[in-house]
């Protein structure tokens, strides 16, 4: 429960909320989900961005872009307009509950990277880009938005930004026990395919100790190559995330289980190939 004397402020400006949000205490609100796991004593005051027109998403010149208000049900419903990000669409569709959904704003769980989240995968496996303003300014990949610690300044996230690519096949699994669960993991593979021949991959798995994590050398395997069941085979034996215990399950049985859906997700994909 917030706090009584919990000042809102309502900004016209972009400007004008980054710099409230340089203040201790004061934090953004949106979707508002964000509250349900913060510490509400802490909060003295709660920017509304809600007015400030970021809720949109748009294709410029094969470039898609995400406005940070935009809710993770706006991207299902772009999706099922355009047939466009597809993938993106498919982790969001099976996040959450539908409520939470209608709720919950792309630039809100960017900026809070939560353990379960099923955003990132399959936004690091499409090499997305991420425009923010505030304590940092620019635009950067999505990996150097984490490793570079640029997701802890005081910012806002303006939006998202993905390049379509021709001859590009992709897709995600999610992994719990029980649909309305937490994922222990996502996994998220890409690959750039041009007659049968593949240019480029991108395989990512986020819920793992680093909150996500690149395994190049089993994407390697497959450049200059068609897939093959082989190939798969070899490339899973490079797959080794490494994730907390919890009092569930062990770090060894998300290993092993983040292995036997990395290789039905690949066999998938080779399917769409050839």
């Known amino acids: 429960m917030l706090p009584e004397n919990v000042q809102w402020y309502f900004p016209s400006t972009l400007r004008e909320a980054s710099k409230l949000i340089q203040k201790e205490g004061i934090i953004l609100h949106a979707g508002g989900t964000r509250i349900l796991k913060t510490q509400t004593k802490s909060i003295k005051g709660l920017v509304e961005i809600s007015g400030l027109g970021l809720n949109y998403i748009k294709n410029n010149k094969n470039k898609i872009s995400i406005g940070a208000g935009s809710t993770f049900a706006d991207v299902v419903a772009y999706n099922r307009a355009t047939k466009q990000l597809p993938m993106l669409a498919k982790a969001l569709h099976q996040a959450a509950s539908t409520p939470l959904r209608n709720r919950i704003t792309i630039g809100g769980s960017l900026k809070d990277f939560p353990l379960w989240s099923s955003l990132y995968a399959p936004l690091l496996a499409l090499n997305a880009k ?145």
């Open 130 to 274: 991420v425009k923010v303003t505030g304590e940092a300014v620019g635009i950067y990949s999505i990996e150097d938005y984490v490793t570079k610690n640029i997701i802890k300044k005081n910012h806002i996230v303006k939006e998202i930004i993905i390049k379509e690519e021709p001859g590009l096949i992709a897709d995600i699994k999610r992994f719990s026990l029980i649909k309305f669960e937490y994922p222990l993991f996502t996994i998220a593979a890409a690959f750039k395919v041009k007659n049968f021949i593949v240019q480029n991959a991108r395989f990512y798995i986020t819920g793992v100790k680093s909150r996500f994590k690149r395994f190049k050398r089993a994407e390697s395997i497959f450049i200059n190559k068609q897939i093959t069941s082989e190939l798969i085979e070899n490339s899973i034996k490079f797959i080794n995330p490494k994730f907390p215990s919890d009092y569930k399950y062990s770090s060894d049985y998300k290993e092993t289980v983040s292995k036997v859906n990395f290789n039905d997700l690949l066999t998938e994909l080779r399917k769409k190939v050839v």
